[in-house]
């Protein structure tokens, strides 16, 4: 079983590149703006305000903008995706 595991691993790092990117941004406004309209939000949506549809929207614009970053790579061939968002 644990050869088994071994070549598992061995064979998922040589199929898949295992790569680990961090990049910092300056989110204080984005803070402050949420918590000057959280309350507010929460009353009239129901719901509480996230940053998850702020960085979505800022993903969207990267892409728009800049749309081989939303390329991918199969084998040894580079796919660019033709669709736009």
């Known amino acids: 079983m644990r050869k088994l595991i071994a070549d ?3 064979r ?3 199929t898949s590149p295992h790569v680990t990117s961090f990049s910092e941004a300056d989110v204080t406004n984005i803070v402050l703006w949420r918590d000057s309209v959280k309350s507010s939000f929460q009353k009239r949506e129901g719901t509480k305000i996230t940053f998850m549809p ?3 929207e800022a993903i969207v614009r990267c892409i728009k903008k800049f ?3 939303n390329s ?3 084998g040894d061939k ?4 033709k669709t736009s968002i």
């Open 54 to 56: 702020l960085f979505i």
């Open 8 to 10: 598992h691993m061995v």
């Open 12 to 14: 998922s790092v040589q």
């Open 72 to 74: 991918s790579v199969d």
């Open 67 to 69: 749309p081989l970053i």
């Open 78 to 81: 580079i796919i660019i995706k």
